[in-house]
């Protein structure tokens, strides 16, 4: 799993309009023909404990992955962004607690270089402890934190500024996505950018499928307790009242595809209710039926050089983990 652009709304005693959203995702996702819940409402406190504890298991390659190359290659990472002179801003999508960017922004704030960080994330207490924090691990930083969704928060960046670009989408977030939704969504990006900007992806590779399937599998149960908490959130939001020992985790992974999934299956046949105001929704379920929960897609090189130039990027470079198994590629807006 990754960690997509979310809502964390809080507990709710009445009806709310994030409340109402959350029921009518839920509900529509839990009658259509695949059953489904959008991974985005993972990311309740709970959820966010569990997806800490998921990235420092031994298993989940990502996170460390990702962190060798920002830890080891920071000046690499740096004189590709400072090859063009002057002032740019640094937009991080779905910053989380920086661990891994804050390599590179110490380094760029070290190194003098003119640039103000853009963190966006719909987060309020993301926002809220990067705004605190960052600060006191990196004097000097300046900051222009931006509460929202990504497109309505770049267009605001944009708005708020007229100098180059520079955004980091990591942590293989955009393999939350179909490949299809993967390319929309990156046009999308370049649609805020001018020639010349640049976006830092990254993305987990191809590899090894007993690699790939353990790390949404771990042994100790941490991702099977992170997808249930969803169903924890939505009977303490929505008033539902689903029996988590009813339900099993199971995940796959399509090497061809490079496509890997998340369900949570159920173990019987069963019917849950929900209830937002005065809206119920009684939800059948029969034994052995999964819900889709997540997608976490893998690439090959080629895949992401043809994702690029279909988006209207140029590759300006890509740097790799020691075991090959995660690139953190340069895009640049042509």
Not at 78 to 101: M, V
Not at 171 to 195: A, D, E, V, Y
Not at 246 to 270: I, M, N, R, W
Request: hydrophobic share 40%.
């Amino acid at each position: 799993m990754v960690r997509p652009n979310r809502i964390n709304s809080a507990v709710t005693n009445g009806t709310t309009s994030e409340n109402m959203i959350f029921y009518r995702d839920v509900v529509d996702g839990l009658k259509a023909d695949m059953k489904h819940l959008q991974s985005k409402y993972f990311y309740d406190a709970m959820g966010d404990r569990l997806f800490q504890r998921i990235m420092k298991s031994s298993a989940y390659y990502l996170f460390n992955c990702e962190l060798e190359i920002f830890s080891k290659r920071t000046a690499d990472l740096a004189s590709l962004i400072l090859q063009q002179d002057g002032p740019f801003d640094l937009i991080e999508l779905g910053p989380g607690d920086c661990t891994k960017s804050g390599y590179l922004l110490e380094y760029l704030v070290k190194a003098n270089a003119d640039f103000t960080y853009f963190p966006i994330d719909i987060s309020a207490s993301i926002i809220r402890y990067i705004e605190t924090e960052l600060p006191q691990r990196i004097p000097g930083i300046k900051i222009t934190s931006l509460e929202g969704e990504y497109d309505d928060m770049l267009t605001k960046a944009a708005a708020l500024s007229a100098h180059r670009k520079v955004i980091l989408f990591l942590g293989s977030n955009l393999g939350n996505m179909t490949p299809k939704q993967s390319l929309t969504f990156s046009r999308k990006i370049r649609s805020h950018l001018h020639t010349g900007d640049l976006i830092l992806i990254g993305l987990d590779l191809k590899k090894d499928p007993r690699i790939v399937l353990a790390a949404y599998n771990d042994k100790e149960g941490i991702t099977r307790q992170f997808n249930l908490n969803l169903l924890k959130r939505i009977n303490r939001e929505l008033k539902a009242n689903f029996d988590l020992s009813k339900f099993e985790h199971y995940p796959t992974y399509d090497p061809a595809t490079g496509a890997c999934k998340s369900y949570l299956v159920s173990l019987e046949d069963q019917v849950v209710s929900l209830i937002a105001g005065d809206n119920l929704e009684m939800i059948s379920f029969k034994k052995g039926e999964p819900v889709y929960m997540e997608l976490s897609h893998k690439y090959t090189i080629d895949e992401i050089n043809r994702m690029a130039q279909q988006a209207g990027f140029s590759i300006a470079g890509f740097f790799y983990d020691s075991k090959g198994w995660f690139v953190d590629a340069f895009w640049r807006a042509m």
